[in-house]
């Protein structure tokens, strides 16, 4: 685990909506499971007093804070609040936001996310399903039942795509030790590097999968750094110029950013590129120890 353990105390932001509501049960099953802390706090404005499966809803994260022991927000708020609800987080004193919501104006994000830095607040998403190390913790809308404990890191910029080849890992007999959602958003909190770099110093992985698609440079640039054997598998071959294909980040523009470049580009450094995610074990195996 990479960024936050069993122990860490959860508060979600937007805990009265549908969504929260939803995934505050989930994640607390998951942390029941496996003896956890889980959700501690909800906050959403204008609700405080309320419970939502249990948990006591707050009007501040402020307020949450001082009646809770939390180090981690999810945010299930609507694309307008989010920025602020980042920032709220971050000058609460919390460590960690994961930010599910998708739509977010992408100054809004720049602004969140440069002062949440400030304050020494990571900032996973937005526009993410999350993370999830098995047996430890869930933050977010990742399904757990896909998932197994083992040495292998997965960073990855789509949802779905996480929880296909998080599948065939399981398949495989290759657990995970960490699952991480960065996003597919053009600006995001936490990089493929800064990913990458947590990895590196984490005993529990032996080797990591990155899962990339078109647009932007954000997998390259995590591979120059790499300092542990990775796999990579980048999606949208097929994907036409300036085109945007499903997430904000996702468009080939001016020629950079298309999937075959990428791949080529990363076969340069001597990373193995799958062709699709079924190869992955197989060009796993031979990295780990």
């Not at 959700?39 to 006591?56: C, F, L, Y």
């Not at 739509?103 to 400030?118: E, G, N, Q």
């Not at 996480?162 to 399981?170: N, P, R, S």
């Given at each position: 685990?990479?960024?936050?353990?069993?122990?860490?105390?959860?508060?979600?932001?937007?805990?009265?909506?549908?969504?929260?509501?939803?995934?505050?049960?989930?994640?607390?099953?998951?942390?029941?499971?496996?003896?956890?802390?889980?959700?501690?706090?909800?906050?959403?404005?204008?609700k405080g007093g309320q419970e939502v499966h249990g948990v006591p809803v707050y009007n501040s994260?402020?307020?949450?804070?001082?009646?809770?022991?939390?180090?981690?927000?999810?945010?299930?708020?609507?694309?307008?609040?989010?920025?602020?609800?980042?920032?709220?987080?971050?000058?609460?004193?919390?460590?960690?936001?994961?930010?599910?919501?998708?739509?977010?104006?992408?100054?809004?994000?720049?602004?969140?996310?440069?002062?949440?830095?400030?304050?020494?607040?990571?900032?996973?998403?937005?526009?993410?399903?999350?993370?999830?190390?098995?047996?430890?913790?869930?933050?977010?809308?990742?399904?757990?039942?896909?998932?197994?404990?083992?040495?292998?890191?997965?960073?990855?910029?789509?949802?779905?795509?996480?929880?296909?080849?998080?599948?065939?890992?399981?398949?495989?007999?290759?657990?995970?030790?960490?699952?991480?959602?960065?996003?597919?958003?053009?600006?995001?909190?936490?990089?493929?590097?800064?990913?990458?770099?947590?990895?590196?110093?984490?005993?529990?992985?032996?080797?990591?999968?990155?899962?990339?698609?078109?647009?932007?440079?954000?997998?390259?640039?995590?591979?120059?750094?790499?300092?542990?054997?990775?796999?990579?598998?980048?999606?949208?071959?097929?994907?036409?110029?300036?085109?945007?294909?499903?997430?904000?980040?996702?468009?080939?523009?001016?020629?950079?950013?298309?999937?075959?470049?990428?791949?080529?580009?990363?076969?340069?450094?001597?990373?193995?590129?799958?062709?699709?995610?079924?190869?992955?074990?197989?060009?796993?195996?031979?990295?780990?120890?």
């Amino acid at each position: 685990m990479i960024y936050a353990d069993r122990n860490a105390g959860i508060i979600v932001t937007g805990a009265t909506g549908k969504q929260g509501a939803f995934h505050i049960n989930l994640m607390n099953e998951y942390a029941r499971s496996v003896g956890g802390t889980g959700v501690v706090a909800g906050v959403t404005p204008g609700k405080g007093g309320q419970e939502v499966h249990g948990v006591p809803v707050y009007n501040s994260m402020k307020e949450a804070l001082a009646n809770h022991d939390a180090s981690v927000s999810v945010l299930f708020v609507p694309a307008s609040a989010a920025g602020d609800s980042i920032m709220e987080a971050a000058a609460a004193g919390i460590d960690l936001v994961v930010a599910i919501t998708e739509f977010i104006p992408v100054h809004d994000t720049m602004k969140a996310i440069s002062y949440a830095r400030l304050e020494g607040c990571d900032v996973i998403g937005p526009n993410c399903p999350g993370l999830l190390s098995p047996g430890e913790i869930k933050l977010g809308i990742m399904p757990a039942h896909l998932f197994s404990r083992g040495p292998i890191g997965v960073i990855s910029r789509s949802g779905t795509l996480t929880y296909e080849v998080v599948a065939e890992l399981t398949r495989a007999g290759l657990g995970q030790s960490t699952v991480v959602g960065i996003g597919g958003d053009p600006v995001i909190g936490q990089t493929f590097e800064d990913v990458l770099l947590r990895f590196s110093c984490d005993e529990e992985t032996q080797a990591v999968v990155l899962i990339g698609e078109v647009g932007g440079n954000l997998e390259e640039e995590g591979a120059k750094i790499a300092d542990i054997p990775i796999v990579s598998y980048i999606a949208g071959i097929s994907a036409p110029p300036e085109k945007r294909m499903g997430h904000a980040g996702a468009i080939v523009e001016g020629g950079e950013g298309d999937a075959r470049s990428k791949i080529e580009r990363l076969q340069k450094m001597g990373v193995p590129v799958a062709s699709r995610p079924s190869e992955i074990p197989r060009l796993l195996r031979p990295l780990l120890g």
